[in-house]
């Protein structure tokens, strides 16, 4: 059974980092797409950046600069960098990938940026 598990959440203060990652286990071919995406309280889900197989990278405009999306092919595992965090940016995060020809999601980590 496929499955994607992020961990690397936490709490950190207004201006510090994170580093999330995104493993997916089980039996997988081919780690394709993968993306990160956030859910703040009371607010849509919303996409943070996107990474394609060959390593491009995509990201909305508010993170550009400040979060950097990668991934380790060899691991199977996606990582999410975030640098200079704001309060704003306190959400859960998720992890979606596509694994062989379908879209899995992993079960979320929760940031908080707080002092």
């Known amino acids: 059974q496929v499955q994607l598990v992020e961990s690397g959440g936490g709490l950190v203060q207004p201006g510090g980092s994170l580093r999330l990652s995104c493993a997916a286990s089980?039996?997988?071919?081919?780690?394709?797409?993968a993306a990160w995406y956030r859910q703040a309280p009371g607010k849509q889900r919303e996409l943070v950046a996107r990474?394609?197989?060959?390593?491009?990278?995509d990201y909305v405009d508010s993170m550009k600069g400040r979060f950097t999306i990668s991934r380790d092919n060899a691991k199977n595992t996606v990582y999410l960098q975030m640098n200079s965090l704001k309060p704003e940016d306190t959400a859960v995060y998720y992890c979606?990938?596509?694994?062989?020809?379908?879209?899995?999601w992993g079960q979320g980590t929760q940031v908080t940026v707080s002092s």
């Open positions: 979606s990938a596509i694994i062989d020809t379908r879209n899995y």
């Open positions: 089980g039996s997988i071919l081919t780690l394709n797409a």
């Open positions: 990474i394609s197989r060959t390593g491009f990278t």
